[in-house]
């Protein structure tokens, strides 16, 4: 059987998207109402402890994007950032991406930003949300918090020039049932943290006791290969190193495996040729 991301990419009707996306989004309603999870809440105490932080660009250079969607999703950050800032997960709670933020509606005060639907860009009403779950994930597997749900983006648009994190290290969203859910499984009460500077999106997890481990994310067995009906996949899988407060290694853990159908074509040719 050949891996995901490997078949060649299937046009669906209009209608079977319509079908599928009502279907999935109701039985997410229901999993909210009724699956007996406990969701996080917001608290204004903040924890005293820093577990990992991050911070991306707001603003990136990018070929065939408009600004104004990138100026777009700022606005649009700026409303869905309170929605978690300060998020509590205590033991035995679970965070959800989706649940805490709501549906980015332009009556809410959304704007159009850079969505990517089936390899291309397009406009659409809360785009670029997807900056904020790819730093939540980022900051998540940096902790002893359990991703419980996560998304990996099926499109690799962007190539590797100035990536400073490791090919399939965030977490695409759509609503409501691309979510990004994490699980408190450990018995500290951690909070994440999360402004939008002049320049940046920056977040934290927090947490009530001194952090007793540090972590390394990295990628293995990562190749790109041509595939028989034209285009390019590319496949990598992602472990992390554990330390102690002493800085030995007393874990190296897999967190996941990512395939992706790229939009751009990866080997150059040779110019001494």
């Known amino acids: 059987m ?51 932080c991050h ?16 100026y777009n999703k700022i606005e649009n950050l700026k409303i ?20 805490a ?16 639907q089936n390899g291309t860009f397009t406009a659409g009403i809360g785009g670029g949300l997807c900056q904020l779950s790819n730093l939540i994930y980022w900051l998540t597997i940096h902790t002893p918090l359990t991703v419980t749900e996560r998304h ?19 977490a695409t969203c759509f609503y409501n049932y691309g979510d990004l859910m ?20 920056k977040g934290a997890w927090l947490t009530d006791k001194p952090p007793q481990y540090t972590y390394e994310v990295y990628e293995r067995e990562h190749f790109m290969q041509a595939e028989f009906w034209g285009g390019y996949t590319r496949h990598n899988l992602l472990y992390r190193k554990k330390y ?3 800085g030995t290694v007393i874990d190296d853990e897999y967190i996941v495996e990512n395939h992706a159908i790229m939009t751009y074509a990866p080997f150059l040719p040779d110019p001494t040729k």
């Open 2 to 52: 050949l891996p995901e991301a490997s078949k060649k990419p299937i046009d669906r009707s209009r209608l079977r998207l319509w079908l599928g996306k009502n279907y999935f989004t109701f039985k997410r309603y229901f999993l909210w109402l009724f699956g007996g999870l406990k969701f996080s809440t917001i608290r204004t105490e903040i924890l005293p402890f820093e577990c990992f």
């Open 80 to 99: 869905a950032v309170p929605k978690i800032n300060n998020m509590t997960i205590k033991p035995g709670e679970t965070f959800s991406y989706w649940k």
């Open 152 to 170: 990996r983006h099926g499109y690799d648009v962007f190539p590797d020039s100035n990536r400073t994190q490791p090919f399939g290290s965030g």
């Open 244 to 246: 102690d407060l002493e």
């Open 182 to 201: 994490i699980a408190n499984n450990t018995e500290q009460t951690f909070q994440l943290v999360v402004e939008i500077t002049e320049t940046d999106l």
């Open 55 to 70: 911070k991306t660009p707001l603003l990136r250079k990018l070929k065939d994007v408009d600004m104004y969607l990138q």
């Open 101 to 116: 933020i709501g549906k980015s509606t332009k009556r809410k005060g959304y704007l159009k930003g850079l969505v990517l």
